[in-house]
């Protein structure tokens, strides 16, 4: 593989918190000629499904990225993000009010329908259980241009559903 021929990929996924799961994942890069440039494991988060959010990023012609793609998903991981633009901008925030009680499942998807914006993370504490208040803490990922949307929308749901935001003091960008 020429040098000219590759060019770096991100592949977003989600492991079962289980030992094994993450070589598991690796293999498949490794037996199609991937060659891994990082690996960003956060095994205390997990993502809304419960799963552990592991981002690797790798060098691969495009034949062998689209092959690595179609093994790992024959190998059962569950691949969130694949190719995509790497995200340049991250914010977390934090919602209070009630979590539970207005829809927690769609609040969450609407994070996912506004384009160029992942939640990467999600924590939730619930100390009075689904009926009282609770508070949740969103990472969200975003491409630099849709950093102000990522805000618009959190703004706009936090309204509608009646909760309190927390924004972030500054955008970081990577």
């Known amino acids: 593989m020429s040098e000219a021929d590759t060019r770096s990929y991100t592949v977003r996924l989600e492991l079962v918190d289980e030992p094994g799961e993450l070589l598991g994942a690796l293999e498949p890069i490794a037996e199609n000629g991937g060659n891994l440039l990082s690996i960003f494991h956060e095994r205390g988060n997990v993502t809304p499904r419960g799963h552990i959010p592991v981002e ?103 309204e509608e559903k009646d909760l309190r935001v927390i924004e972030p003091l500054m955008e970081v960008f990577g």
């Open 56 to 158: 690797v990023d790798l060098e691969a012609t495009e034949v062998q990225f689209d092959v690595i793609v179609e093994a790992l998903r024959d190998a059962g991981v569950n691949i969130i993000r694949a190719g995509a633009e790497r995200y340049g901008a991250e914010l977390t925030v934090v919602l209070v009010g009630h979590l539970v009680e207005t829809d927690l499942s769609d609040t969450l998807q609407r994070f996912r329908d506004c384009g160029g914006v992942s939640v990467a993370d999600f924590s939730l504490s619930a100390p009075a259980g689904t009926e009282g208040p609770s508070s949740a803490r969103l990472r969200l990922v975003a491409s630099e241009q849709q950093t102000h949307a990522a805000l618009s929308t959190v703004r706009s749901i936090a």
